[in-house]
């Protein structure tokens, strides 16, 4: 029997054209490693790779306590966690499309089929731009967020729409995110550049997990919506944690950081400043009303 009968997975005709622009968008416009960034000019790490008033501890008295120059090399840091997180995830979405694609074959509808097809392969070609970002701007790799691995071990089990809504959760949220801090005239030319491009791609699997997604939202049972619904919940409260403040940078700064690495009310305190409310009240708005529409938030 056919594990995706009655799905939209075995069947989005109701979303070919959509998908049909995608596939054609994929092929006709894609990430060459080699040419669609001008690697050779370096990284200039005297420019900031985000904007400042978006610092984690931004409107908290921690912030008062950097130097500009702390500021900057804080900045920096930042940065590298979130292309961290693009490199955990993107590490993770080949092998979770790749058993989709493996399990159900001609199952799958053969315009979904295609388009995981193209979209694990843009992910390994993102983990090699990003890979080679982070080698030219000198930064370290951060480690996954502390909910990691329950969500990948969790994921290959669940129904493959499940896997797609929480792909579009995490791949949205930090498109947000890196768009709303990195595309002003200030940020460092070849990071700002290196994060357009990316985007250009992850808007088309934001819009293919969207479709998924809301076929899955007006056909499955109440029993499925639940579960779904409350995995979802769980994936958005720990990506806000680890999107507003990420304790690991205090093992990476040359300085002392304000806020230690162990110290939980301080980053209690950073993680549910005004500041940051504000902040994410903001960027994520978008990524929030659709949630709200479909009953995750």
């Known amino acids: 029997m056919n594990a995706l009968a009655g799905t939209v997975m075995a069947d989005a005709a109701a979303h070919h054209r959509t998908f049909n622009s995608l596939i054609r968008a994929s092929h006709k416009s894609y990430i060459d490693l ?6 050779s000019d370096g990284v200039d790490r005297t420019r900031p790779p985000k904007r400042l008033d978006q610092l984690w501890v931004h409107g908290t008295p921690y912030a008062e306590r950097l130097t500009e120059a702390q500021r900057l090399e804080t900045a920096w840091l930042e940065t590298a966690r979130d292309v961290s997180m693009f490199i955990h995830l993107e590490h993770f979405l080949p092998f979770l499309y790749g058993g989709y694609l493996n399990d159900y074959k ?4 053969p315009k979904v089929y295609e388009y995981l097809m193209l979209f694990a392969r843009e992910e390994l070609t993102h983990i090699l ?3 080679r970002y982070m080698a030219l701007a000198g930064l370290p790799l951060f480690g996954p967020p502390a909910t ?3 969500f990948t071990k969790a994921l290959p089990s669940m129904r493959p729409e499940a896997g797609i809504l929480a792909t579009l959760i995490i791949e ?3 498109e947000l995110a890196a768009m709303h801090g990195t595309q002003a005239a200030e940020i460092e030319p070849l990071t700002r550049r290196l994060f357009r491009a990316h985007h250009t ?3 088309r699997h934001i819009t293919f997990a969207k479709a998924i997604g809301a076929g899955f939202f007006e056909s499955a049972g109440e029993a499925e919506l639940a579960q779904v619904r409350g995995f979802l919940r769980g994936v958005i409260s720990g990506l806000l944690a680890a999107f507003t403040y990420n304790p690991e940078i205090a093992s990476h700064t040359s300085f002392a950081f304000p806020v230690a690495s162990a110290d ?5 305190a950073v ?3 005004d500041a940051n409310r504000r902040l994410n009240e903001t960027r994520f708005a978008e990524l929030f009303d659709w949630c709200r529409k479909f009953g995750v938030m």
């Open 34 to 39: 080699e040419t669609f960034l001008p690697w």
């Open 106 to 109: 001609d199952d799958l509808d």
């Open 129 to 131: 731009a990003f890979r």
């Open 148 to 150: 990691w691995s329950p």
């Open 172 to 174: 949205w949220m930090a």
């Open 201 to 203: 791609e992850e808007i």
């Open 264 to 268: 939980e009310a301080a980053i209690a």
């Open 271 to 273: 993680r549910g400043s």
